[in-house]
């Protein structure tokens, strides 16, 4: 398969914008996605007037059209948590069925710098918060929606000098998490995820394994360029990486994904999936909310495209614990 971007764009872009909020604010963008009662909820990161962020609600039926936004934020730097005090950035949904629960990844942002909280819904009116979970500077944190081997597992980048690869990491509970392990490096040089990559979406489990959306940043003479990309990991060890495209799958182009309060930024942090489409809500520019759709099934088959033969990993490390 030729390199192609497989996120086609919906041609009303963009989807969601400040002007659409019932109160004021500077930007919406960044926001987490899910399934809830039958309808597309987002968990929306908006940035205030001061510059703090905060997650809002907002549903709608078709998941395109009418959104329903709450008028008051879900969670707030204000509510008094201390690591949170700068904004709550960035969220990922992940549904636990065992649990019957919502899990929300999210970036609790203060003057200790930016780490991996966890906080728990039912019914996205009530959240009862975890707390940090991986200490500063650590961000773009994923949890898996089922138990592997037992445990739960999360995807992380911590920043590591002047390192951001992606980690995973495991839980018995979703409150201690441990088992560090490097499953996604920056590639470094002239390549599109050369200077840092991160984890977009949660990961989206199919017969071929765990597709894995993540965002690449090439530092430009301009600035840095945000794309997307995609890896498949093992369903049974998701510290196996199958495969990995080498080329981007989504990359800005259009005026509202160049120019906004950070340019040249396609950023999602959830998906919908609806039979083999997969719906992709994105930050664009750091401004606006966008809606981007593409096939499991096509992405897979070009995955199949570049399998990894050998595991980078030997097997006595993947077992270390």
């Excluded at 009116?125 to 991986?134: A, D, S």
């Excluded at 944190?141 to 081997?149: D, G, H, L, N, T």
Aim: glycine share 8%.
């Amino acid at each position: 398969m030729e390199p192609v971007e497989l996120f086609k764009r919906y041609d009303h872009n963009p989807l969601l914008t400040f002007r659409q909020m019932p109160y004021i604010c500077n930007s919406v963008f960044n926001c987490g996605a899910t399934v809830f009662n039958g309808e597309t909820l987002l968990l929306l990161r908006v940035e205030d007037l001061e510059g703090r962020s905060h997650l809002t609600v907002a549903r709608s039926a078709d998941g395109v059209t009418d959104w329903r936004i709450a008028e008051k934020p879900l969670l707030h730097p204000d509510d008094g948590n201390v690591y949170e005090a700068f904004g709550c950035e960035d969220a990922r949904i992940t549904y636990l069925p065992e649990l019957r629960e919502y899990v929300i990844a999210y970036t609790a942002y203060s003057a200790y710098g930016a780490g991996v909280a966890l906080a728990k819904t039912s019914d996205f009116e009530t959240v009862e918060r975890l707390g940090l979970t991986l200490a500063p500077n650590n961000k773009d944190a994923a949890v898996f929606p089922r138990r592997i081997q037992g445990k739960y597992w999360m995807l992380h980048r911590p920043v590591v000098g002047s390192l951001e690869h992606i980690w995973l990491t495991d839980s018995p509970d979703l409150r201690h998490w441990g088992g560090p392990y490097c499953i996604l490096k920056e590639r470094g040089g002239p390549f599109w995820d050369g200077r840092k990559v991160g984890a977009n979406t949660p990961p989206i489990e199919t017969p071929e394994g765990w597709l894995i959306l993540y965002h690449g940043v090439k530092q430009m003479p301009s600035g840095p360029t945000y794309r997307m990309g995609a890896a498949l990991l093992d369903l049974d060890d998701p510290r196996r990486l199958i495969a990995r495209l080498p080329y981007f799958i989504l990359a800005p182009q259009e005026s509202y994904e160049v120019t906004g309060d950070v340019p040249n930024v396609v950023f999602a942090c959830g998906a919908v999936q609806r039979g083999d489409d997969i719906h992709l809500y994105y930050g664009a520019a750091d401004t606006a909310i966008c809606l981007a759709y593409a096939s499991t099934s096509e992405i897979l088959s070009a995955l199949r495209e570049h399998r990894i033969l050998e595991p980078l990993a030997s097997p006595q490390l993947v077992n270390a614990r």
